[in-house]
């Protein structure tokens, strides 16, 4: 089954509450929020007060991507602002591990995520103790961005060691996705897409870009 994940980040900021109702009603599966800090990566959004007001907008799973340093300092303020997925990305965290178990610990859903150039050895070790993995399919920091080809093979392989193991994990592709690309990464083992242009800028509406998005990734399902 595939999911749908809109990303706000290429949503009207002055209309957000409105926006998170109108893709959830629209079919979204989960609602992605891009947290940036300006230093991991040169943008600067938002916080746990805009998480907490878009909690009390829908009760469709909040999947929040701390693209930030040192992230340790805010699981805590995420989670208690309504995150239901957390996602740190592994070049950020010191001890990578810990933060996993922090995140399990206060009732959030563990995802890592990796940038384009990461490796997925870095996940030899704690793979099993993930709810979700996210590869990046541009390098974060801002919307609007190609999908970086090189990703398919990446999220194959991923799904691959998956499937190894016999664990449930989920992988999500984040970056540039659209519905020329959907078919290829989850044909590739991708079951989580996060849209933002796609999505917020189709010209025929919220609900028919995720129809289509989903169509095409789930008509190339093996």
Known sequence: MIRIAPSILSADFGRLADETRAIVAAGA???????????????????????????????A????????VDPDRYLDAFVAAGADI??????????????????????ALPCVALNPATPLTVLDYVLEDLAMVLV??????????????????????????????????EIEVDGG?????????ARAGATVLVAGNAIFGAEGGYAAAI????TRAESLTV
């Open 29 to 59: 599966d989960y609602v992605h929020v891009d947290v940036m800090d300006g230093c991991f990566v040169p943008n600067l959004t938002i916080g746990p007060p805009v998480v907490a007001a878009l909690r009390k907008s829908t009760k």
């Open 211 to 214: 129809a289509e998005l989903r």
């Open 177 to 185: 996705i659209n519905p020329d690309n959907a078919g290829d990464v």
């Open 86 to 107: 957390l996602t740190v990305h592994a070049e950020a965290c010191t001890h990578l591990h810990r933060t996993i178990s922090a995140i399990t610990k206060l009732g």
């Open 61 to 68: 799973p909040l999947d929040v991507h701390l693209m930030m």
């Open 136 to 169: 990046m399919s541009v390098n974060p920091g801002f919307g609007g961005q190609s999908f970086i080809p090189a990703a398919v093979p990446k999220i194959a392989a991923l799904r691959s060691e998956i499937q190894r193991r016999s664990l449930a994990t």
